[in-house]
C-alpha cells in the first residue's frame, strides 16, 4: 500500500468529499492539475457510496470537459512511441485514464447501491454523448461515428443475468428516442441475444431484455427528420439511411423480438410479454404477421395465457387479414366457470365485446355465446352474475335475430335443447333453446343480479356501458348494499315489543 493511499484512508469522509471537488476544480482550471484523475479514480473506488458518488461525478465533469474540448483526439498516430509530441503523451495517457474511468464505472452498474449505480450509468451516458459528438479517432471520409463498443459495454451489463436492472433500464430509456441511440441499442441487444445461448437465458436476464424492448420509442412517420443525440454530424453530408428510415428500425426491432420469443419464457414473463404486444410490439414490427405462430401457439395453451393472447390474435385477423378460421370456436370455449377467478376478468370481458360487435356474425354464433354466457352466470360470484347479464342483454341489442331466445314459442322448461358440453359454437342448438337461466337469475339473493335479470321482463332496446361493470368485485357490491339505507320499516314481530322482556318472562324468572 503506498504512502498516499494509507492518507487517503485515514481521512474523514468529509474531507474527502471535499478534497475530490478541490482536485476536481484544479483539473478543470489547469491543464497541469490533470494527475489529480489519478486520486479521484482512487476515491471512485471507496467503499463509502456517498464518497465514491462524489468522485463518479468528477470524473463525469473532467473527462466531458476533455472530450468536448479535443484533448485527447490525436490526428494521426506515429507508429512509434518515441516520435510522439509532449502534447500527444498527455493524450495517450489521457487516453489510458479515459478508458479506466470508463471500466470502473462500467463495473458499479450492479454495485448494491441504488445512486452509485444512477450516478455511473449518468457519466457513461455523457461519455457516449460526447465522444459520439467529438470522435476521439477522427472518421474516415464517408464514414460515420458512434461509440458503440462504450455502449455495447453498458448494454452488456444492464442485460444482467443475475440482477435485476429494469430501474437502470428504464434510465437508459429516456434518451431511446434519439434515433441514434435506438439503433446502435437494438444492435446491442441482438448481440446480447445472439451470443447467449437459449439454455442459458434465464428469468432475470429476459426481464431485463423485455424491459429494454417494452421501452422502446419510434417516431410517428418515416418522413420525419433524423432525431440523433450522440452521432457526430458530418461535414460531408454523409447519408444515414439505416438512423434516418424507420423500415430500417423496424427491421432491426423485428429481429431483436423475433430471437427474443425463440427464448424459453416463464408464466410469469410470458403474460407480461402477452399484455404488452398490441401497443408496444405489433405496430413498430417490419411484418406483423411474423408474431401468427407464437400467438396462435399462445391462444392454444389454455387459461390465463390463451385469454391474453386474444387481443393479438384479434388484431392480427382485423388488422394484417390473418387467416385464422377457427378463432371464434377456440374463443368460444375460453368461457369457463373459472374465468370469474381470473386476473384479466375485466380485460377478457372487454376483449369479448370487442370480438362479438360485429353485426355480421352469424345469429347460430351469438346465440351459442348467449347461452353460454347465460348459463355461466347461474354459478358465477354476485359481480360476475350481473355482468353477464348485461352481457347477454348488449348481445340481443346488438343481435336482434337473438331476441327469439328471451321468449321462445316452442321452448319447454321441461327439454332445453341447448348442448353446454359441445364445445363447437356451431353445434350446440343455442337457437333452439331459451333464456331461462336470466329467468332464474330474478329470484338471485344479490338484489342488484335480481333487478338486472327482472329487464327481460320487457323488451331490451338500448345496451348498457360495459365498463360500468367490469371493475367491480362482489366485495364492492356488498358494500354498496350495506351503505344504502331502508325505505320502508319492515315488521319482524306481530306485536311490538315494549321492552326487552315481556310480562310472562319477568314471572317466569320471578318464580324461579
Known amino acids: 500500500m503506498t504512502v498516499e493511499s494509507t492518507k487517503i484512508i485515514m481521512k474523514s469522509n468529509k474531507d474527502k468529499i471535499s478534497e475530490i471537488k478541490l482536485k476536481t476544480k484544479k483539473c478543470l482550471d489547469d491543464k497541469k492539475g490533470v494527475n489529480a484523475i489519478i486520486d479521484i479514480l482512487c476515491y471512485s473506488q471507496e467503499d463509502d457510496a456517498s464518497v465514491a458518488i462524489v468522485a463518479v461525478r468528477a470524473l463525469q465533469q473532467i473527462f466531458a470537459r476533455l472530450l468536448s474540448v479535443g484533448e485527447m483526439v ?32 462500467v463495473e458499479k452498474l450492479d454495485n448494491a447501491d441504488a445512486k452509485l449505480q444512477e450516478a455511473s450509468l449518468v457519466a457513461l451516458l455523457k461519455f457516449v454523448e460526447q465522444e459520439g459528438q467529438r470522435p476521439l479517432d477522427k472518421p ?55 451470443k447467449t445461448p437459449t439454455k442459458d437465458r434465464n428469468e432475470v436476464f429476459l426481464s431485463n431484455v423485455l424491459c429494454a424492448l417494452e421501452n422502446l420509442e419510434f417516431p410517428e412517420s418515416d418522413g420525419s427528420e433524423p432525431l440523433t443525440k450522440f452521432l457526430a454530424v458530418s461535414d ?34 410470458y403474460r407480461r410479454v402477452l399484455t404488452k404486444l398490441d401497443e408496444k410490439v405489433v405496430p413498430f414490427l417490419s411484418s406483423p404477421l411474423v408474431l401468427a ?80 354466457i347465460a348459463r355461466l ?7 360476475g352474475a350481473r355482468l353477464c347479464v348485461v352481457f347477454v342483454y348488449n348481445l340481443m341489442v346488438r343481435h336482434p335475430s337473438c331476441a327469439v331466445l328471451a321468449h ?24 333452439d333453446s331459451s333464456l331461462w337461466e336470466i329467468k332464474t337469475l330474478q329470484s ?43 325505505t320502508q320499516e319492515v315488521p319482524i314481530n306481530h306485536e311490538k315489543p315494549k321492552g326487552l322482556f315481556d310480562k310472562n318472562i319477568q314471572r317466569f324468572f320471578t318464580l324461579v
Not at 78 to 84: C, G, S, V
Not at 236 to 250: F, R
Request: aromatic letters at 10%; a negative charge; proline letters at 5%.
Open 140 to 194: 474516415a471520409a464517408g464514414q460515420l461515428s458512434f461509440p458503440y463498443t462504450l455502449l455495447q459495454s453498458v448494454v452488456e451489463k444492464l442485460l444482467s443475468k443475475t440482477d435485476n436492472m429494469e430501474a437502470l433500464i428504464l434510465r437508459l430509456s429516456e434518451v431511446m428516442e434519439h434515433d441514434d441511440v435506438r439503433f446502435f441499442l437494438m444492435k446491442a441487444i441482438k448481440q446480447e441475444l445472439g
Open 408 to 431: 321462445h314459442p316452442d321452448y319447454t322448461c321441461n327439454t332445453d335443447p341447448f348442448l353446454m358440453e359441445e364445445q363447437d359454437p356451431a353445434k350446440t342448438k343455442a337457437m
Open 236 to 269: 460531408d453530408n454523409v447519408s444515414q439511411p439505416k438512423l434516418s428510415s424507420l423500415a430500417e428500425q423496424k427491421k432491426s426491432f423485428t429481429a431483436c423480438w423475433m430471437e427474443f420469443l425463440r427464448s424459453e419464457l416463464t408464466s410469469g414473463l
Open 74 to 105: 490525436i490526428d494521426t498516430m506515429p507508429d512509434k512511441e518515441e516520435d510522439l509530441t509532449k502534447g500527444e503523451k498527455v493524450s495517450v495517457w489521457l487516453r489510458e485514464q479515459y478508458k479506466t474511468a470508463c471500466d470502473a464505472l
Open 444 to 486: 338471485h339473493f344479490s338484489p342488484e343480479v335480481a333487478q338486472e335479470a327482472m329487464k327481460i321482463n320487457h323488451p331490451v332496446t338500448q345496451e348498457q356501458k360495459l365498463a360500468d361493470f367490469l371493475e367491480v368485485s362482489t366485495e364492492q357490491m356488498m358494500e354498496h348494499a350495506m351503505k344504502k339505507k331502508p
Open 293 to 372: 405462430d407464437f400467438l396462435t401457439q399462445s391462444y392454444d395453451v389454455g387459461g390465463a395465457i390463451s385469454l391474453l393472447a386474444l387481443n393479438g390474435i384479434f388484431i392480427l385477423i382485423h388488422r394484417y387479414n390473418l387467416d385464422y378460421p377457427d378463432f371464434y370456436k377456440k374463443f368460444y370455449t375460453l368461457f369457463e366457470p373459472q374465468i370469474f377467478q381470473a386476473k384479466y376478468k375485466a380485460r377478457f370481458f372487454h376483449l369479448a365485446d370487442l370480438f362479438l360487435s360485429s353485426t355480421h356474425l352469424p345469429s347460430y354464433l351469438v346465440a351459442s355465446f348467449v347461452k353460454r
Open 377 to 383: 352466470a347461474l354459478s358465477a360470484p354476485p359481480a
